[in-house]
C-alpha cells in the first residue's frame, strides 16, 4: 500500500517504518533471530527454575505465561536472559509475598471503584497501534490529597497493585481481541474474515500526563504518591509503557524534571514527550505533527488536548462502539456469582460500558472472568 493511498492510521504506521522506526521491536511477530534465540533460552531458564510451565505437546491447556508476557521482561534487561530472569524471579516472588492473585480477587469493588480517582484513568480509547490510552491530571487529584493519604501506606500500595492488575489482566487483554495491527498483519480466519484476537497482543499503554495548574508545593505533597507507583511498575510491571505524552507543563518543570527523571529508568526515560506550547495550539503549524497526534488519532484525543473525544479526568472510559459490543457479548452469568456481583456487570452487558471492579478478560474466548482466589 503506498503511504498516500492510506488510512490516517496506516500512514502513521508506514511513516514509522519509512524511518527506521519500529514501535513494536521485540514484540510477538517482530523478533530478530538472536532476540527469538534469547526467548528461548530464556524458558529455558524459567523451566529449569521453576517459573515456567510450558504447553505439553497433545496437551490443550496454556502455558503458565504467555509470550507477550516474557518478552516484557527481556526487552526490559535488552534480551539478556539471566537478568530477565532475576527480575522475573524477583517478580514472581513479590506476587507470592503479597498474594497479589488474592488481593485482586478479594478487593471490594466500592473501593477499587474510589481508588480510581487518584491514578492513571483509561478514556475507553486506544491509540493507533491499539494500546490504551490514559491520562493523568494531577490537579484533579489534589483534592484528594487528605483522602489518599487517609489510608495506611501497605493499603495505599495495595490500591496501586490491584490498578496495575486490572490494566494488566482487563485492559490490555480486551485492546488485543480488538481489531488493531502492526501495520504488516491481519489475524484471518481460513476464509479471510477478520478473527480474534488480533496480533501483536496489547502489553502496554500511552499515557498523557497534564500538569495544568498545578502548584510546586501540590507536586511535593504528592511526590511520595506518584514514586510509589512508578517504582512498582518499573519493578514489577516492567515495560508496560508505551509513550507518555506530558503537556501543560508549568514553567518549574524544568527545575523539578531532574528529580521526577531519577525515578525512571533510561528505557522509560526515552519514551517521555514533553509538548511544548505550540504543539497545543491549534493555531501552530507544529500542531498536528506534534508527538501527540502521531500516537493518537484525533477522535480519541481529549477535547481538552485538541481531540474530538468528549471525556474528562475522573469521567468513566468512553469504549468506541466496537469495544461495546464485544464488551455486551463477554459478560455471561458466572458461575457459583451471586446478585451482589453480578450487578457490578450490568452496565457492561447491557450497554457495553466498563465492568465494575476487579475482573478478567480472557482474550482466548471474549469473555469477562471472575478472578480466581489463591487457595
Not at 517504518?17 to 524459567?46: C, D, I, R
Not at 503458565?64 to 535488552?78: G, I, N, V, W, Y
Not at 450490568?346 to 475482573?359: D, F, H, I, L, T
Request: glycine share 6%.
Amino acid at each position: 500500500m503506498a503511504v498516500e493511498d492510506a488510512t490516517p492510521t496506516t500512514q502513521a504506521q508506514a511513516q514509522l517504518a519509512s524511518s527506521g522506526y519500529n514501535p513494536w521491536a521485540g514484540h510477538v511477530g517482530h523478533l530478530t533471530t538472536t532476540q527469538e534465540e534469547s526467548l528461548e533460552a530464556f524458558k529455558k531458564m524459567l523451566v529449569d527454575a521453576g517459573l515456567y510451565r510450558p504447553v505439553a505437546e497433545g496437551e490443550e491447556s496454556k502455558a503458565s505465561h504467555d509470550d507477550a508476557t516474557l518478552l516484557r521482561f527481556l526487552r526490559a534487561r535488552r534480551f539478556e536472559p539471566a537478568k530477565a530472569l532475576k527480575q522475573f524471579s524477583d517478580t514472581a516472588s513479590w506476587r507470592k509475598r503479597h498474594r497479589v492473585d488474592k488481593l485482586y480477587a478479594e478487593f471490594p469493588v466500592e473501593e477499587f471503584e474510589s481508588s480510581k480517582r487518584y491514578y492513571p484513568r483509561w478514556t475507553g480509547r486506544r491509540d493507533k497501534g491499539g494500546r490504551p490510552v490514559y491520562v493523568y491530571k494531577l490537579a484533579a487529584i489534589e483534592p484528594f490529597t487528605k483522602e489518599i493519604h487517609s489510608v495506611s501506606a501497605e493499603r495505599r500500595y495495595e490500591r496501586i497493585v490491584a490498578l496495575y492488575e486490572v490494566m494488566m489482566r482487563f485492559v490490555a487483554p480486551l485492546c488485543s481481541y480488538l481489531e488493531h495491527s502492526d501495520g504488516t498483519t491481519t489475524t484471518t480466519t481460513a476464509n479471510g474474515d477478520k478473527k480474534p484476537p488480533f496480533d501483536p497482543p496489547i502489553s502496554s499503554t500511552t499515557s498523557i500526563i497534564d500538569l495544568s495548574s498545578i502548584s510546586l508545593s501540590a507536586m511535593w505533597s504528592l511526590r511520595s504518591h506518584l514514586q510509589e507507583a512508578s517504582r512498582l511498575a518499573t519493578a514489577n510491571y516492567p515495560e508496560t509503557l508505551h509513550a507518555i505524552v506530558v503537556v501543560n507543563a508549568p514553567g518549574f518543570f524544568g527545575r523539578i524534571w531532574g528529580w521526577i527523571s531519577n525515578w525512571f529508568d533510561e528505557v522509560t526515560r526515552n519514551k517521555i514527550h514533553i509538548l511544548t506550547k505550540d504543539q497545543l495550539d491549534p493555531s501552530s503549524p507544529s500542531y498536528e505533527t506534534s508527538p501527540l497526534f502521531q500516537l493518537i488519532d484525533k477522535k480519541n484525543i481529549p477535547k481538552e488536548y485538541g481531540g474530538d473525544l468528549d471525556w474528562t479526568f475522573l469521567d468513566e472510559p468512553d469504549l468506541d462502539e466496537e469495544a461495546r459490543e464485544v464488551l455486551k457479548r463477554a459478560v455471561t452469568v458466572q458461575e457459583g456469582g451471586n446478585g451482589s456481583e453480578t450487578k457490578w456487570l450490568e452496565g457492561a452487558r447491557e450497554k457495553g460500558e466498563m465492568v465494575k471492579g476487579p475482573w478478567l478478560f480472557d482474550v482466548g474466548d471474549g469473555k469477562v472472568v471472575k478472578p480466581v482466589s489463591e487457595s
